[in-house]
């Protein structure tokens, strides 16, 4: 885990040290990376100058849907009870997405969908908006599609 850094080559050597090994944990990746927007605990998030408007978003980007969380799942299959920690659609939505919303997080997600599962309700519904949420079929459209966030969230506001 490294926090918020322009450290590249440690970037770069913590991804290339990944290795997939199935199931998918997108809760934790959430809650990561809502931590290092809040601050506190291990990661340290720079202090915000008081004269800037900030906007705090996280892009989560999953390569399958959610089929593990640290207690139930079996690293195969999809199931409520593995993703009501992320998004409670039984209890109108409560969970991680709603707490980080709620506290003005905008969150952007991306199902990189390359074995044919189902579209990922899981990730629809986590994002802050049907236009915050991506499919791709193919890893070649990650970079047009981080560059259309990258731009949605680049647009210049003119406020009075």
Same mark, same amino acid.
């Given at each position: 885990?490294?926090? $918020?850094? *322009?450290?590249?080559? %440690?970037?770069?050597?913590?991804?290339?040290?990944?290795?997939?090994?199935?199931?998918?944990?997108?809760? #934790?990746?959430?809650?990561? &990376?809502?931590?290092? $927007?809040?601050?506190?605990?291990?990661?340290?998030?720079?202090?915000?100058?008081?004269?800037?408007? *900030? /906007?705090?978003? +996280?892009?989560?980007?999953?390569?399958?849907?959610?089929?593990?969380?640290?207690?139930?799942?079996?690293?195969?299959?999809?199931?409520?009870?593995?993703? %009501?920690?992320? *998004?409670?659609?039984?209890?109108?939505?409560?969970?991680? =997405? &709603?707490?980080?919303?709620?506290?003005?997080? !905008? #969150? *952007? @997600?991306?199902?990189?969908?390359?074995?044919?599962?189902?579209?990922?309700?899981?990730?629809?519904? =986590?994002? /802050?908006?049907?236009?915050?949420? @991506?499919? +791709?079929?193919?890893?070649?459209?990650? +970079?047009?599609?981080?560059?259309? !966030?990258?731009?949605?969230? /680049? %647009? $210049?506001? !003119? &406020?009075?």
């Amino acid at each position: 885990m490294l926090g $918020l850094s *322009y450290d590249w080559n %440690k970037l770069n050597d913590l991804v290339d040290d990944m290795a997939p090994a199935g199931s998918t944990n997108q809760p #934790i990746g959430l809650v990561w &990376a809502w931590q290092s $927007l809040v601050g506190g605990g291990p990661l340290t998030a720079p202090a915000k100058d008081p004269n800037y408007i *900030y /906007s705090d978003v +996280i892009i989560l980007m999953s390569d399958g849907l959610n089929t593990q969380n640290r207690w139930w799942g079996n690293g195969s299959a999809t199931s409520t009870s593995v993703d %009501k920690r992320m *998004y409670d659609a039984s209890s109108g939505g409560r969970g991680t =997405c &709603a707490n980080a919303k709620a506290a003005g997080v !905008i #969150i *952007y @997600t991306v199902h990189v969908n390359t074995g044919g599962d189902p579209t990922s309700t899981l990730l629809q519904n =986590c994002a /802050s908006g049907s236009d915050k949420f @991506t499919e +791709i079929k193919s890893a070649n459209q990650l +970079i047009s599609t981080f560059e259309s !966030i990258g731009t949605a969230l /680049s %647009k $210049l506001r !003119i &406020a009075n």
